[in-house]
């Protein structure tokens, strides 16, 4: 039996622990539990420990104080098989090959040389996307935004990743991006291994999860290998543009280990990069345009002044580009207040710590998970006035930034296990905004309620499609560039 003081617990059940308050929407349920216990409680699950964090100054103890014995991951199950045995980056538990790994992230595979590098992916994608919705503008003819922007968001990463998009060909993007929903979703469901060491296994083959798994992974195994067979084909200066993407880097450091410092690099650890790329990149991205695009619909003065700001700046040169996005302040702050409201990683991805730590005077013991709750932080009536009301003009002063050195907005997470994709997914976040409401009016389509319903898996979205108008809006040839 642990010594020491531990954090507040809610009672629980023989066997299951607090399992059972968790219920379908853990960021909700954890929220409601911590008005009771506290910032900081201590759940158990089944038979394992685990930390709940659901405040700005618990989350900075954890995730910059106590940093480095907080930045392990559990070694969960799905994650495990998914990610060939954590030869990845997102799941693998803290150690020596995690940190040689996150170095290649950050410094070849999203630096932003590399962000910048894949503008014009960006460009045509998002052009395609705005082609494709004024063909079917009419005033009577609401379009299906969420499915738009989800293709938008996969075109990219495939391009980025892979150096080319499916689309008309056999495995198509759709197809794709199923496969990756998939695993997303086996990803973010209950495992009973994962709570119950001993009875847990028998409960998942009962319950068809590993059959399940087992087929995602043979099914995705088959891709990546397909993917990077035909890389061997062709060469790099077969690719679009001859641009080098992210399986011809990781393949080259394949081949030259010495770029690698002290790991040994394999097909594997390629297949685990991309399993990680495509199930924290595709999503992610399109869940936080999707959520914008909701909220400015319900919120028509915030959609007309984010626009004013947009062609004004742009004026008739036609569409918003790279370039122009860092003088829109206000799409900022709509992106800001967006993620405050909807991270699409409520509780970041969960965390173990390596060794005993204290916050306060509670003591926190080795292998515990830890999820801090940054959807319920931003929910917070102690930080935000309002906290529930879709208020970009909030970050007007700008001091609140999304670089993890704020903890009451963390939708990167922060520290050591901070998203290293965050340049590549805000690019894609401002370009795809920034168009979307340059060249249309939306409206909501008559006697239609825009509902907020929300759907798990290993993120959080907007469970059913986004149905808007759009209105063409004329970019006349006087349309002067006011201020920019
Ligand atoms: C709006 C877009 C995105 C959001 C909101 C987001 C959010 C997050 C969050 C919350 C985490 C967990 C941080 C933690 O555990 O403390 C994470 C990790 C990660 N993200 Fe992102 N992400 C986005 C886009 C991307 C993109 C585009 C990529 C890659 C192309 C990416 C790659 C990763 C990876 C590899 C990790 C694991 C990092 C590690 O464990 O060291 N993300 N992201």
């Known amino acids: 039996i642990k010594k020491g003081k531990l954090p507040p617990s809610p009672s629980k059940l023989p066997l299951l622990g607090n399992l059972h308050q968790l219920g379908a929407f853990p960021?909700?349920?954890t929220w409601e539990l911590s008005k009771k216990y506290g910032p900081i409680m201590l759940l158990r699950l089944g038979s394992m420990?685990?930390?709940?964090v659901s405040s700005a100054e618990t989350a900075k103890e954890i995730l910059k104080t106590?940093?480095?014995?907080?930045?392990?991951?559990?070694?969960l199950t799905g994650p495990k098989r998914l990610s060939y045995n954590?030869?990845?980056v997102g799941f693998v538990p803290y150690g020596h090959y995690y940190r040689e790994m996150r170095k290649i992230c950050v410094t070849e595979l999203f630096s932003m040389k590399r962000v910048?590098?894949?503008q014009s992916v960006r460009k045509e994608e998002v052009d395609l996307l705005i082609k494709s919705i004024s063909e079917s503008a009419t005033p009577a003819n609401p379009v299906d935004?969420?499915?738009g922007i989800l293709s938008l968001t996969a075109s990219i990463i495939f391009r980025i990743a892979l150096g080319k998009n499916f689309q008309g060909s056999e495995l198509d993007n759709d197809k794709l991006q199923k496969l990756v929903s998939e695993a997303a979703t086996m990803l973010g469901s209950f495992c009973a291994s994962d709570f119950f060491p001993y009875v847990g296994n028998m409960i998942d083959w009962f319950t068809g999860f590993h059959r399940r798994l087992e087929n995602t992974f043979h099914e995705l195994d088959a891709v990546f290998q397909q993917i990077i067979d035909d890389h061997f084909k062709s060469g790099t200066t077969m690719h679009e543009h001859n641009q080098e993407d992210i399986v011809d880097v990781l393949l080259r450091m394949v081949k030259d280990q010495t770029e690698n410092g002290a790991i040994h690099l394999t097909k594997d650890h390629i297949k685990g990069i991309l399993l990680d790329i495509f199930v924290a990149g595709i999503d992610t991205s399109a869940i936080a345009i999707i959520w914008a695009m909701t909220e400015l619909a319900r919120k028509p003065t915030a959609m007309k002044k984010a626009q004013d700001e947009i062609r004004s700046c742009v004026g008739n040169k036609g569409k918003v580009a790279d370039n122009d996005v860092s003088q829109l302040k206000y799409l900022k702050m709509i992106i800001k207040e967006t993620l405050r409201l909807h991270p699409p990683g409520p509780l970041l991805l969960p965390r173990e710590t390596a060794s005993h730590l204290k916050i306060g005077d509670y003591d926190i013991y080795p292998k515990t998970r830890i999820a801090v709750n940054v959807w319920a932080i931003g929910r917070d009536p102690d930080i935000w006035n309002n906290p529930e009301e879709f208020i970009p003009e909030r970050f007007e002063d700008g001091v609140i930034d999304l670089k993890g050195?704020?903890?009451e907005l963390l939708p990167f997470g922060a520290g050591r296990r901070i998203c290293p994709g965050m340049n590549m997914g805000m690019a894609v976040l401002?370009?795809?905004l920034a168009n979307l409401l340059y060249f249309f009016d939306w409206k909501v389509p008559s006697g239609v309620e825009i509902d907020m319903e929300e759907r798990v898996t290993i993120s959080l979205g907007k469970k059913t499609a986004l149905m808007l108008v759009p209105i063409k809006y004329n970019i006349g040839e006087d349309d002067e560039i006011m201020h920019c």
Do not use: G, T, V
């Open 27 to 29: 960021h909700r349920s």
């Open 49 to 52: 420990p685990a930390i709940i």
């Open 66 to 75: 106590h940093d480095l014995e907080c930045c392990s991951r559990p070694p």
């Open 86 to 88: 954590f030869q990845d």
């Open 116 to 118: 910048q590098s894949f």
């Open 145 to 147: 935004l969420s499915k």
């Open 405 to 407: 050195q704020h903890f």
């Open 430 to 432: 401002e370009l795809a």
